[in-house]
C-alpha cells in the first residue's frame, strides 16, 4: 500500500503557541501586526479585547482595516515591538536609555505589569553605572511614575558645579526649573556664609 494513500488524523492547533490571531495597528502611517496572545499579557489590551471597543470586527484584522493609535509614535512602537521580541527569546534589553525609554512609556501607558518591572531593573542598572544624564532621567520618571529615579536625578542637577544649561531648561519646564534653582541658591549662600566664618576664625582677617 503506498503512503501516499495512507490518511492521516489532522493536527491540532496548540491552545498557547499556535497564533492564529492577529491584530493590525497604524502609528504614525506604519502598520504593525501584533499576536493577540502578546497583547494579553496587558490589562488595557486584555479589557480591549473583550469588550465592544473595538468598534466593529473588522477593526484590526487586516491592513485595511488597522487599529489606529494616536498620541504615540512609530519610534516607541517600534521600541517596545523589538522589547517583546526580546522577551520570547529570553533575552537582555542590551539598548541605549532612549529606546528603553520609549518602551517603557507603552508598557506603563498599556499596563504590560511584567515588562513594566523588567524594564525598570534593566534601566535602573544602567543609571547605576553612570552614564545617564539626569534630565533624562527626570523626564522618564515623570512620564512613567517612577519616583525612585526622581529625587536623586534632581539632587545631581543641585549638586553639580556647572548650571542648568538651554536645553535642559526647556525640558524641565518654568516650575521645576524655579525649584532646582531656589535649591542651588540656598546652597550656594549656605556655603559662602560657611566660608566667611572659617575666614573670620582667622586672626589677620578679623583684626585687619
Excluded at 499579557?41 to 488597522?66: C, M, N
Excluded at 493609535?69 to 539598548?95: C, P
Excluded at 507603552?106 to 511584567?114: A, D, G, H, K
Excluded at 556647572?162 to 532646582?180: F, N, Q, W, Y
Aim: proline share 3%; hydrophobic share 35%.
Amino acid at each position: 500500500m503506498s503512503n501516499d494513500n495512507i490518511q492521516r488524523t489532522p493536527a491540532s492547533r496548540h491552545p498557547r503557541y499556535y497564533d492564529s490571531e492577529y491584530l493590525t495597528f497604524e502609528v504614525d502611517e506604519y502598520l504593525f501586526k501584533l499576536p493577540v496572545r502578546r497583547l494579553k499579557e496587558s490589562k488595557y489590551f486584555q479589557d480591549i479585547l473583550g469588550s465592544e471597543h473595538l468598534g466593529g470586527s473588522a477593526e484590526g484584522t487586516s491592513d485595511e482595516h488597522p487599529i489606529a493609535l494616536g498620541g504615540i509614535t512609530s519610534y516607541e512602537m517600534e521600541s517596545f515591538v523589538e522589547i517583546l521580541d526580546a522577551r520570547v527569546f529570553g533575552q537582555k534589553a542590551q539598548r541605549e536609555w532612549k529606546q528603553l525609554a520609549a518602551a517603557l512609556h507603552l508598557v506603563t501607558m498599556w499596563e504590560f505589569e511584567n515588562v513594566r518591572t523588567s524594564l525598570v531593573e534593566d534601566m535602573s542598572q544602567m543609571i547605576n553605572k553612570g552614564g545617564v544624564e539626569p534630565i533624562d532621567r527626570i523626564e522618564v520618571s515623570i512620564q512613567c511614575r517612577i519616583s525612585d529615579w526622581l529625587h536623586p536625578a534632581y539632587q545631581a542637577l543641585c549638586d553639580r558645579a556647572e548650571g542648568v544649561t538651554t536645553e535642559e531648561a526647556k525640558r524641565l519646564g518654568m516650575d521645576r526649573l524655579a525649584a532646582i534653582y531656589r535649591v542651588r541658591d540656598r546652597r550656594h549662600a549656605n556655603t559662602a556664609a560657611q566660608n566667611a566664618n572659617t575666614r573670620c576664625q582667622q586672626p589677620h582677617y578679623c583684626n585687619g
